[in-house]
Nanobody
Framework: QVQLAESGGGLVQAGGSLLLSCAAS???????????MAWYRQTPGNERELVAA???????SYADFVKGRFTISRDNAKNTVDLQMNNLKPEDTAVYYC????????????????WGQGTQVTVSS
């Protein structure tokens, strides 16, 4: 059973910073392969939208609305992905979700998408 566990959300004033972290875990703590790891966010009544994505190899992508303010990073040895959020704005208020494309075992025919439970980020003006 693969799980993504997020942490780091909370309440912050505009202009402040937060660090979101997400750790992927599998059976006996092992995962065969993780491809892209990413962060999405969602506000009530709206679709979930991509914030930043980091493939195992390849270019990092950011949504235009976070470029220059947010930084995604990952530790492949620990199966973790972080999102450093600086200069936060009230419009960044949302539930943030960790996402990963994971092949749990070597014999699994293909990778599958997994989601974390979400963490609330609230930015006050």
């Amino acid at each position: 059973q693969v799980q993504l566990a997020e942490s780091g959300g909370g309440l912050v004033q505009a202009g402040g910073s937060l660090l979101l972290s997400c750790a992927a875990s599998g059976n006996s703590g092992r995962i065969f392969r993780i491809n892209t790891m990413a962060w999405y966010r969602q506000t009530p009544g709206n679709e979930r939208e991509l914030v930043a994505a980091m493939p195992t190899g390849g270019s990092i992508s950011y949504a235009d609305f976070v470029k220059g303010r947010f930084t995604i990073s990952r530790d492949n040895a620990k199966n973790t992905v972080d999102l450093q959020m600086n200069n936060l704005k009230p419009e960044d208020t949302a539930v943030y979700y960790c996402h990963a494309d994971i092949q749990p075992f070597a014999w699994t025919p293909r990778s599958s998408p997994y989601w974390g439970q979400g963490t609330q980020v609230t930015v006050s003006s």
